[in-house]
């Protein structure tokens, strides 16, 4: 039986994100993927809204509506894949009690808010060119793994070159610690 992956999207979900195909393609082997629309998630309409709208629908109970959502319906120990938003709903959900064994997630910025650390393995990764990543002090004080890709920006989860190196981590180290070369 493969282990279940939690695949969480970003604050513009799947419905115009044929990005997540790349993932699934290269993850469906080796897991049994469950599919989480962020918006959906936390019952917000994103159609024909702006970045900033759906943004602020997120921040103004939309992400504690989604950890809510989740923490009830897995109950189960789970790995999770999250991207952007998605990540800081699973921390979240984490500190809530959603049972997480870990969490690769990827320009999850709004995480640099946070203050207390789920018990769980944690890998982050961001783009070198994320205005909004946590710094460098955020990473020692909660002493979470971490990696910045060069050259890249917040949305670098979308390229293929990011999809075949978390995939082939997750692959490899199905319930091991996670650990992105």
């Not at 020692?140 to 978390?166: D, G, W």
Request: net charge positive.
């Amino acid at each position: 039986m493969k282990p279940k992956l939690l695949i969480i999207s970003d604050l513009w979900g799947f419905s115009n994100s044929n990005w997540i195909s790349m993932y699934q393609k290269l993850l469906v082997n080796s897991y049994d993927i469950v599919l989480y629309d962020a918006p959906k998630l936390a019952a917000i309409n994103a159609t024909n809204l702006t970045e900033e709208e759906i943004h602020k629908q997120f921040v103004n109970g939309g992400i504690k509506k989604a950890v809510d959502k989740l923490v009830a319906t897995e109950t189960e120990k789970i790995d999770v894949l999250a991207f952007s938003i998605g990540g800081t709903i699973v921390w979240k959900a984490a500190l809530k009690g959603l049972k997480v064994k870990s969490l690769l997630s990827v320009s999850s910025t709004r995480l640099r808010k946070e203050t207390k650390k789920p018990k769980t393995e944690i890998q982050l990764l961001f783009g070198e060119n994320d205005m909004y990543k946590p710094g460098k002090d955020w990473f020692k004080t909660l002493k979470v793994n971490y990696k910045v890709i060069e050259k890249l920006n917040h949305n670098m989860y979308k390229e293929q070159q990011i999809a075949n190196l978390v995939c082939e981590n997750l692959n490899i180290t199905h319930h091991e610690n996670i650990n992105i070369r």
